[in-house]
């Protein structure tokens, strides 16, 4: 499942170089990395947009950015291929909107590391993510409207520390065929870390949920690509009895730190279990409705799959998706990389497994191309909506190439397949996952 870095890709980052891009036409690689215009005098940058996503990057703002020549590469960027300040490993997939995902291994951490925690963004991060003067609005079909700064949060209500799994809806998506659009997600669209905050429930419990509330609204402070200041990039939601749910976070902190500002600084929902458009980044309003929420990315086709199986490269109607909910179950191996050589017959093998909302009951690997499996420890999840860890000893019988596959079945029967049905989106791609091992 491993692929070369292209020419333009370092072989330890994945990230394109940053020069590469800008030697044909500096403006328009400004454009297409940063969202970058600048005034006619071909210095500064035009609204901020493209501002907020260069100091996303370097990790912090840039006091003279009003003199910074179009074209000029920052030179923490270029010394570091493009490093995103503040991630470590990540292959981006997509430079507008930063996109980028955690190769599996390393993703081995219990706990998944701010650094290794993969980036989905919909839009131009804010240029503002000043925790101090943050506030969230709880509007819409509640008794008492309330607006609500971080500290309000903090002193007014519970502050818990949960694990959480947070999983793009569209990792997977590289292996359907034929190929379906959208960000080219592998297997590293997926993380497990410290989420602190209040719980959605709580929040909502003080404003007074109305008897006609059917479903909850989210909006962020990320701007439209497009620049439009009428337009949100996305604004998704859930039915009002998940958003009761008590392991759904408003956060602040992310492993005991500030989150991350490509993770959604300095305040984000975490909706685990669910796909990760749910989990609303840079958190600025929730309203609740007497209806589906219609905003951006919750109609059409967006975060929806056919209600009945298709057949590969079928046309499917508007009418007949349905919104995807719970993710389904599935595994990962972090440990061994996949297309290791080693002369020992011994390996220890190591990853993951979560199934939305549902328990993971066995995690089972083989060696012999499915024929028979072997169940392993798996351990049990620190909290609920956490992801289980798994380990083993594998041994072989002599040397050779062998493939190791995982298989989790959860607390419901589910188990991941050989193959998913295909889907025109790519979503919910749950195949069993495989590493390639030589032994020699």
Known sequence: MTEKPSKNQTKSSGIPKLFD???????????????????????GFLKGAGLATMGAMLGAA?????????????????????????????????????????????????ITPVNRHFIRNN??????????????TIDGLVDKPMKLSIADLKSKFEVVTLS???????????????????????????????????????VLEAAGVKSNVVYTAHEGADSHLSGDPDKL??????????????????????????????NGAPLRLVVPGWPGSCSQKWLTRIWLRDQV?????????????????????????????????RMPVKSLITFPETGIET???????????????????????????????EEVKLDKAVNTGAWQNWSTQISFPQSGYYEIWAKATDSEGDSQPHAINWNPKGYLNNTMHRIAVRVS
Request: charged share 25%.
């Open 343 to 373: 002369a020992d017959k011994e390996l220890t093998v190591r990853g993951h497994a979560w199934s939305g909302d549902r328990d993971i009951t066995t995690l089972q690997v083989s060696i012999d191309f499915g024929a028979t499996w």
């Open 233 to 262: 990039p996305i604004s998704r939601g859930v039915p009002i009895a998940k958003a009761m749910d008590p392991n759904i976070l408003i956060a602040f902190e992310q492993n005991g730190e500030p989150i991350h500002p490509m």
């Open 123 to 136: 839009g131009i991060p804010p240029e503002e993510m000043d925790a101090d003067t943050w506030t969230l």
């Open 293 to 325: 929420h219609d905003g951006p990315k919750m109609t059409g086709k967006a975060y929806r799959v056919p209600n009945h199986p298709v057949e590969a490269g079928e046309k499917v109607e508007k009418k007949d998706f349905v919104i995807i909910e």
């Open 164 to 202: 959480l799994v947070i999983e793009c809806g569209g990792n997977g998506r590289s292996y359907f065929n034929p190929p379906a659009k959208g960000n080219q997600w592998s297997l590293g669209a997926v993380a497990c870390s410290e989420w602190t905050g209040v719980r959605l429930k709580d």
């Open 62 to 110: 840039i006091p003279f950015s009003k003199n910074m020549p179009s074209g000029l590469v920052p030179v923490a960027l270029a010394d570091t291929s493009g490093l995103i300040e503040g991630k470590d490993g990540l292959t981006v997939l997509n430079d507008r909107p930063v996109n980028a995902e955690t190769p599996p291994h390393l993703l081995d951490d219990a």
């Open 21 to 43: 891009l800008y030697k044909s036409d500096p403006a328009a690689a400004d454009y297409k990395i940063f969202g970058r215009v600048p005034d006619q005098n071909r210095r």
